[in-house]
């Protein structure tokens, strides 16, 4: 795959855009957690040359529907371990671990190449709390008071595959666009819709939601 041509600015441009996005949602990061988002963007940029780790190439469009996007769910986080499943490039686990250093964070994927960045990624930001699994969810074990997803499957799947890593009174985060009814009609007896908050992503065209699932009673 040939590289692709950036402007020698874009570096400037993505943080003025960050800056201006957490802004518009009242989102007040350290700088030096800032730093780190712009330092995971470059690591994004410069793997995804080679690797294919996302489709977006457009360093800005990156700020817009990966760090803000991913930004987006942390007033819904609750406490407790996290795992996010099909993970991809980290998102949102790995933004969540950032923001959050004390909380414990699992990346999960099958895809060897995205948890090679991911553990590279870990290593140079000084990420410790987080941690890379390069497996199907159904593989793993484990116990998280919190399973997240943004591109997974549908709730269903979500539920069926995981239901084992959910602790007992855990939440599974599901990252949509508009509410899926016809994904919440279809959820097996054993889970339950707790909420659909929606979710603001500055400079997002698109709806964004939350899907908040709980064991069912």
């Not at 201006?20 to 690591?43: F, H, N, S, W």
């Not at 995205?114 to 990420?127: C, D, I, N, S, W």
């Not at 699994?133 to 549908?154: D, L, M, P, W």
């Amino acid at each position: 795959m040939a590289r692709q041509r950036l402007a020698a600015d874009w570096p400037v441009k993505a943080e003025k855009r960050l800056r201006e996005g957490c802004a518009q949602i009242g989102l007040t990061l350290d700088e030096p957690v800032l730093q780190k988002l712009l330092a995971y963007l470059a690591g994004l940029v410069k793997w995804n040359q080679a690797f294919n780790l996302t489709a977006i190439r457009d360093p800005l469009e990156m700020v817009d529907k990966h760090l803000l996007d991913s930004l987006s769910i942390l007033p819904e986080l609750g406490d407790g371990a996290l795992i996010d499943i099909g993970t991809g490039a980290g998102l949102p686990g790995f933004i969540v671990a950032l923001v959050h250093p004390a909380l414990p964070v699992t990346l999960l994927d099958s895809n060897g190449k995205k948890t090679r960045f991911l553990k590279q990624m870990a290593a140079e930001l000084g990420a410790t709390n987080v941690t890379v699994v390069t497996a199907r969810c159904e593989e793993h074990q484990g116990s998280y008071a919190q399973i997240s997803s943004r591109a997974f499957a549908s709730l269903a799947d979500m539920v069926s595959g995981t239901g084992h890593l959910l602790a007992p009174d855990g939440r599974w985060l599901a990252m949509k666009g508009h509410v899926p009814d016809d994904e919440i009609a279809a959820l097996p007896a054993s889970a339950a819709l707790e909420k659909t908050p929606a979710l603001r992503v500055p400079f997002a065209a698109d709806a964004r939601h939350l899907i908040v699932l709980r064991r069912a009673r």
